[in-house]
């Protein structure tokens, strides 16, 4: 469904990303696991075209994102929680929700998807006239999938959504992202330093260091493999 070919991407003179390939399976949810810098987030950033690669491409679904704009490729059907969430503070949680449907016309459409972002986090639907600056970060967070929801996504690409977030409220998220995958088919591309949880709600993984996969596998088989462990899960 999405596959990265050879990507690299530098800013200016150093290099983030050093030639990484990696496919993600229609329906599946894969994770990108690393440490801080390790480039996760410039992946993410490069296949939604807010980075431009050096060398290498994305295609998605069989066609070339690479020279694409952001908005053509959100309209392809990719989209992108980005890390810290990013939502609108001083806009309210519908007026959130609107703005994640704005290359929709279909009215109808654009109804059936608010319910179905309400199905998955109903508290959206008891907050919709609050302003979001003012919702918990689990909220904030739970908003912020909502908004990528509202645009239709076949991939939708998490960016560290448990980041800053209270403990008891990160398996909640979770748990919705698995919903979100089962209940709609949508494929998952999951981002995280917390390997733990990754691995053991994805099917697949990939391990980034310095720019580069120096693992990957079946999530289960990563879980207890020694090395990974040692690294990445806390021995
Ligand atoms: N705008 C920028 N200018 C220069 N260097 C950058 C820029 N953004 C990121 N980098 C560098 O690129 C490398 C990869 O950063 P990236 O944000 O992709 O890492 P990450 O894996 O998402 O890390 P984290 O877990 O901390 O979010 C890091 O060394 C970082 O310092
Ligand atoms: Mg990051």
Known sequence: MLEVKDLSVSYGAISALGGISFKVEPGSIATLIGANGAGKTTTLRTISGLLRAKSGSVTFGGADLTKLPPHQIVARGLCHVPEGRMIFSNLTVDENLSMGAYLQKDKERIARDRDYVFSIFPRLKERLTQQAGT???????????????????????????????????????????????????????????????????????????????????????????????AAYLGG
């Open 135 to 229: 919702l918990s970060g689990g909220e904030q967070q739970m908003l912020a999938i909502g908004r990528a929801l509202m645009g239709g996504p076949k991939l939708l690409m998490l960016d560290e959504p448990s980041l800053g977030i209270a403990p008891k409220l990160i398996s909640t998220i979770f748990e919705k992202i698995v919903e979100i995958n089962r209940s709609h088919g949508i494929t998952i591309l999951l981002v995280e330093q917390n390997a733990n949880l990754a691995l053991e709600i994805s099917n697949y993984a990939f391990v980034l260091e310095t720019g580069r996969i120096v693992m990957q596998g079946q999530s289960p088989e990563l879980r207890a493999n020694p090395e990974l462990k």
